[in-house]
């Protein structure tokens, strides 16, 4: 059972039945009955979030949480958007969530995303669409700072770490999205997952 809440929404409890993308991912099913999420979008690149509370967290740690919750169909975008999730292609934005591994995402701090969104806001490609990729940081940042994630373990993934052809992105379809981010916070205490995006395509 999962708990899942976002903003000042209500909790809602949510039954799902288990069915994964691959692997165990004890914890982590494919469609709740009902859920919550936060999605901006402003001229093309947008923000989303998930928030779920993890009640079965056992003596796993948080690489082993990440690993079950990147193989499960909450990962997927199929999910996010509240499609029907294809298991022949599972992907979160430009990433094949068949081909990522743990290994993939680094550590980072709180304090840490700002240097994140500092310095691909230097990229020299983007011409008239930083201005609205700062506009959607401006209106997004607050919510971002309203997750509390001073404690436990943020893993960021980001599609300028990879090129074309690498197991970590899909196939003849990365060329879409201009760039993507990926935060996965985990709270110290494993009771709370954030999956967190920032992407233009």
Not at 44 to 71: A, C, N, P, V
Not at 94 to 109: A, M, S, W
Not at 158 to 181: A, E, I, M, P
Request: a negative charge.
């Amino acid at each position: 059972m999962f708990l899942l809440w976002c903003g000042d929404v209500l909790p809602k409890v949510c039954i799902f039945v288990p069915r994964l993308v691959s692997g165990t991912g004890r914890g982590f099913g494919s469609a709740p009955q009902q859920k919550q999420k936060d999605k901006e979008i402003y001229e093309y690149q947008y923000f989303t979030s998930e928030t779920f509370q993890i009640t079965d967290s056992g003596d796993r740690d948080e690489t082993e949480i990440l690993d079950d919750f990147i193989k499960s169909d909450y990962f997927t975008e199929d999910y996010t958007f509240e499609r029907e999730v294809s298991k022949e292609y599972s992907n979160h934005g430009p990433f094949d969530v068949k081909g990522l591994l743990t290994t993939d995402f680094k550590k980072i701090k709180s304090s840490d995303i700002e240097k994140v969104i500092e310095d691909i806001s230097n990229d020299n490609d983007w011409g008239d669409d930083l201005e609205y990729f700062k506009e959607l940081w401006t209106r997004v940042k607050e919510r971002i700072a309203d997750f509390n994630m001073t404690d436990g373990t943020i893993f960021h993934l980001n599609k300028y770490w990879f090129k074309s052809g690498d197991r970590q992105l899909v196939k003849d379809w990365d060329y879409v999205f201009t760039y993507y981010l990926t935060f996965i916070y985990i709270s110290a205490d494993k009771n709370k997952l954030v999956c967190f995006d920032l992407g233009y395509d």
